[in-house]
T-cell receptor
Framework: EPEVTQTPSHQVTQMGQEVILRCVPISNHLYFYWYRQILGQKVEFLVSFYNNEISEKSEIFDDQFSVERPDGSNFTLKIRSTKLEDSAMYFC?????????????????FGEGSRLTVL | DQQVKQNSPSLSVQEGRISILNCDYT??????FLWYKKYPAEGPTFLISISSIKDKNEDGRFTVFLNKSAKHLSLHIVPSQPGDSAVYFCAASAGAQKLVFGQGTRLTINP
C-alpha cells in the first residue's frame, strides 16, 4: 500500500540552527501539506502546497518557514532559525483531491512524523 | 482556535460493546468532516469521512453521524475491538485544503 514517508524520524538541534524536514508523498497525489503537533496539543495546520506553490498557510507559518518541492518526489519543510517553541512532531500529508464537500473524499494520508527537539 | 472540539479526552469501553466518540464544531462553513485514528509514534490514519450533504456514512464497523443543526458529529464503532485502542481525532474542512483538528479522544478497549 502506498504511504507517505518522512525523514528524519527524530532531529535534535540547537536554537537558531536551520532544520530541513523531508517527505516523500504518495506518488500520484497532487496536494501536499505540513501539520505539526506540539506535545499534548492538537494537530495544527501549517501549509498546503499545490501546483508548485503555496495554496494556503496558517499564521504559524511565518518567514522562518519555507516549503519546497525540489524534484518530482520530495517535499521539504525548512525552518531557518529554530526556536524552542518549534519543538513538535511535524507531519507531512498528501491527498489526491482537494478536501471539500460533495462526494469527493479528499482524505489526507499522513506520514509517521518527524520529531523536532530544539534545545 | 476552538472551531473543532472533542470534549472527552478519554473513553473506556468494554470489548464487543459500542464506542461513541463525539465532536462539536462552531464554523457553519465546514462542509467536510473526517475521523482519524492515531497510534503512538505514528501519523494519523484516515478512518471515515462525511460530507455536509449527508447525515450518515457507514464503513464496516465504523459509522459517522452528522447533525448539522446541532453542529455535532459522532463516530460509532461496533463492535469495539482491542485494536481500536488509540487516539481519535475529529477534523473538519471549509471547502479549502486545510483541515482543522479537534484535540483528540483517547479510546481504550478493555478485554
Amino acid at each position: 500500500e502506498p504511504e507517505v514517508t518522512q525523514t528524519p524520524s527524530h532531529q535534535v538541534t540547537q536554537m537558531g540552527q536551520e532544520v530541513i524536514l523531508r517527505c516523500v508523498p504518495i506518488s500520484n497525489h497532487l496536494y501536499f501539506y505540513w501539520y505539526r503537533q506540539i506535545l499534548g496539543q492538537k494537530v495544527e495546520f501549517l501549509v498546503s502546497f499545490y501546483n508548485n506553490e503555496i495554496s494556503e498557510k496558517s499564521e504559524i507559518f511565518d518567514d522562518q518557514f519555507s516549503v519546497e518541492r525540489p524534484d518530482g518526489s520530495n517535499f521539504t519543510l525548512k525552518i531557518r532559525s529554530t526556536k524552542l517553541e518549534d519543538s513538535a512532531m511535524y507531519f507531512c500529508a498528501s491527498s489526491l483531491k482537494r478536501a471539500s464537500g460533495g462526494t469527493n473524499t479528499g482524505e489526507l494520508f499522513f506520514g509517521e512524523g518527524s520529531r523536532l527537539t530544539v534545545l | 482556535d476552538q472551531q473543532v472540539k472533542q470534549n472527552s479526552p478519554s473513553l473506556s469501553v468494554q470489548e464487543g460493546r459500542i464506542s461513541i466518540l463525539n465532536c462539536d464544531y462552531t464554523n457553519s462553513m465546514f462542509d467536510y468532516f473526517l475521523w482519524y485514528k492515531k497510534y503512538p509514534a505514528e501519523g494519523p490514519t484516515f478512518l471515515i469521512s462525511i460530507s455536509s450533504i449527508k447525515d450518515k456514512n457507514e464503513d464496516g464497523r465504523f459509522t459517522v453521524f452528522l447533525n448539522k443543526s446541532a453542529k455535532h458529529l459522532s463516530l460509532h464503532i461496533v463492535p469495539s475491538q482491542p485494536g481500536d485502542s488509540a487516539v481519535y481525532f475529529c477534523a473538519a474542512s471549509a471547502g479549502a485544503q486545510k483541515l482543522v483538528f479537534g484535540q483528540g479522544t483517547r479510546l481504550t478497549i478493555n478485554p
